[in-house]
């Protein structure tokens, strides 16, 4: 106890000077900590309520300003602060991107340590706001209080949530009023099936007790006009379920794909679960230059469709392809990027370690008539060796787009064994690109960079890297 006692110190007027990693801002205690602060902007001046103290930085909140930033902006969403979800909305979008960049370039230059080219600079999202195909919100009989309420004399005898959990809480949901991620008829949707549910008395979850029957709700929209919509139940209740399904399908007659799942486990993902078809299709499509993607309840595609397309068009034009290379996708998925190059390449080969995601990817290429690609299943350090190389012929070029934690060294020292002329190396994470680059540096020169925004609001980046040999 008197640890964290001695741990919380007020440090006052401090000036804002950075953002940095996971979106916190940064400012310089007197002392010379480095100092993290979740709720402030580059340019205010602060003063900091300290919840964590260590030997290098604290960790704190603003408790209050002496001086505003130039960079803020109103919040457009009245749950801003409390959801944290879209955690930079209180600054501009200019100033956003500039943050962004300058991660990428700190991360490169200070882990990677390798000489970088002129950087080109970040591509912004056209939509800053409502750009997300898919959302997931919980239920719960036991909404966050806000303060206001907490302090008010008022008794609340409705406590149902539908919503995002608090963060860092697994078992405290924020009641959403408007979200400002997804595109209509999201917000409706989410409102008609929380009413709806409660005029029917279907039981809110309670994670804690384990009991209830509503869980989860997904909404998953598309391009071409889909419309998914998921309801997760602890419990069957069969004739409170019929009819709550079929007041959503009636009121929505736009909804193309609605499915529900039965789900008695303790953790509420469905990927080892049964997705039952109540109405319409089992599955929505997705379109990109021609080429249709099926989507089903558990296929993973980027949440951000408009912004994929940019992402992949760079990824293709880093590539250089002239019509007949051999191309390696790697962490391929559901071989979104492997069909997207694959009209301008000889052929391509695409690995991914999750089976289900390359059942998806055989069937879209098929269904887009692509005879150039090829995807084989398994886990991308085992696959990926010698054997595979002399299967299916050296690569020209190898695109890579590996998770957060970026790639595992059996990995990197294979592309090292195998030398192909250029790597295009997409990341979610440019700490851990950076850190595969510096592996990669002996033989490989950093010609190109381009970061992309997929997530406007929000600390994530993207980062595109074309590596050439040396």
Known sequence: MGRSKTNRVILENLEVIDAGAKGKAVARAEDGRVVFINNAVPGDVATIQTTKKRKAYYEGSAISFS?????????????????????????????????????????????????????????????????????????????????DQIKSDKIIENRNALGFHIPGMWDKIL????????????????????????????????????????????IRTSSTGDLMVLLQLFKEDEVKRKELLDAVASEF????????????????????????????????????????????????????????????KITRDFAGLSGNETVYDLYT????????????????????????????AKENAQLNGIDNVDFYVGDMKKVFNDTFTETHGLPDVIITDPPRDGMHGDVVAQLLRIAAPKIVYVSCNSA?????????????????VQAVDMFPQTHHVENVVLLEKR
């Open 67 to 147: 001086k505003l930033s130039e960079r803020r902006v109103d919040p457009v969403c009245e749950h801003f602060g409390t959801c944290g979800g879209c955690k930079w909305q209180f600054m501009g979008y200019d100033h956003q991107l500039f943050f962004k960049q300058k991660e990428v370039e700190n991360n490169l230059i200070r882990i990677g340590k390798v000489e970088l080219p002129e950087i080109i600079p970040i591509l912004g999202s056209k939509e800053q706001y409502f750009y997300r195909n898919k959302m997931e919100f919980s239920f719960s009989d036991n909404k966050w209080l806000t303060l």
């Open 175 to 218: 009641d959403l009023k408007k979200c400002h991620l997804q595109r209509d008829p999201s917000n409706a949707i989410r409102d008609f099936i929380k009413m709806k549910a409660q005029e029917l008395d279907i039981a809110f979850f309670n994670t804690r007790a384990q009991q209830g029957v509503l869980r989860t709700l997904m």
């Open 333 to 360: 998925g559901t071989g979104t990027i492997a069909q997207f190059v694959a009209k301008k390449a000889g052929k391509v080969i695409g690995v991914e370690s999750v089976p289900e995601a390359i059942d998806a």
């Open 253 to 312: 007659p736009a909804i193309t794909s609605l499915l529900y799942v039965i789900n008695s486990k303790g953790n509420d993902t469905i990927y080892d679960q049964d997705v039952i078809c109540y109405h319409g299709s089992d599955h929505i499509f997705e379109e990109m230059e021609g080429l249709r993607f099926k989507i089903n309840a558990k296929s993973f595609y980027q949440t951000n469709s408009e912004q994929a397309h940019e992402l992949y």
């Open 432 to 448: 851990t690109q950076a850190r595969d680059l510096a592996l990669l540096d002996e033989m490989y020169k950093v010609t190109k």
